[in-house]
């Protein structure tokens, strides 16, 4: 007779700045919107609209660690490093991501020259200032009085490893088994759980991660960002191609499933995960 499957945190994976590579501690603090210093600050352009890794892939070679007091330090290629500290909430600017309007408080014109400087036009980094009441997740999905930090529409986004084997193993089946295996990091997960079966995850509702209880939102629908290897900045194919065949949901191509807390605490690695229902 089996046991009961045994499934755990794998990693944990914070992003300070939203489509730039970040860092992967062995604990975080879980807030309401998200893990604590995730996708708190973001690039926008002249217009105000969020720039990512769909428009410069290059972004995905700067990577942002956490600095003072809630700050960053911005690391790139060819570029001196970047120190920002949080602004002063003397004024915010409306930005744009995704069709939606949110105040944020820019950064600064030092940050703004650096960015510039680095993707080759105008643009401006910005500071989520209040992430409680700023941005709310998608109405569809949330209930009252949930926010959301600069990520692409949850919390938390949660994957495995056991799909991502799948995953590819139908690559290496495919047209394009030269692009396998691709590593977890395409998918820019907050939550790597090791153990189960591949897609298992696609059946939960709640989870008990460590301390913390999530609940399962939705499936996230991968973009051209997936293509875009986080090492070199160069775009392929996959794992679009095979999400396409194998992993199509309506009009989405899924890997991963959106997570929202329902309570507070910490996630650590090792931590035990529970599938509630």
């Keep these: 007779m089996t046991g009961p499957v045994q499934r755990s945190v794998h990693s944990i994976h914070v992003h300070p700045v939203k489509s730039l590579a970040g860092f992967a501690p062995d604990t975080a603090v879980v807030e309401p919107w998200g893990l604590a210093g995730d996708r708190r600050w973001m690039v926008v352009d002249a217009t105000g609209r969020a720039v990512t890794q769909r428009q410069h892939a290059r972004l995905a070679l700067a990577s942002a660690v956490p600095g003072h007091d809630g700050g960053i330090l911005v690391t790139a290629p060819g570029q001196a490093p970047l120190t920002v500290t949080v602004p002063e909430p003397e004024g915010t600017v409306v930005v744009e991501i995704f069709g939606e309007k949110v105040e944020a408080v820019p950064a600064g014109a030092a940050s703004d020259d650096w960015f510039s400087a680095y993707v080759g036009a105008p643009v ?67 939550l790597v759980v090791d153990g189960g079966d591949p897609w298992a995850e696609d059946q939960w509702r709640h989870v008990q ?55 507070s605490g910490s996630v650590r690695v090792g931590d035990p995960v529970r599938i509630i229902d």
């Design 124 to 190: 401006r980094l910005v500071h989520l200032d209040d992430p409680a009441h700023r941005r709310p997740v998608a109405p569809d999905y949330a209930r009252p009085g949930e926010t959301v930090s600069f990520a692409d529409g949850f919390p938390l986004l949660v994957a495995t490893r056991a799909s991502l084997d799948a995953l590819n193993s139908l690559i290496e089946q495919g047209d394009n088994p030269g692009e396998g295996p691709l590593p977890m990091n395409r998918f820019r997960p907050n």
């Design 209 to 263: 991660v460590g301390e913390v209880r999530f609940r399962v939102s939705k499936p996230c629908g991968r973009c051209v960002v997936t293509t875009t290897d986080q090492s070199t900045a160069a775009r392929g194919r996959e794992p679009l191609r095979t999400l396409a065949r194998h992993r199509r949901f309506g009009d989405r191509l899924v890997f991963g499933q959106n997570l929202v807390p329902e309570t």
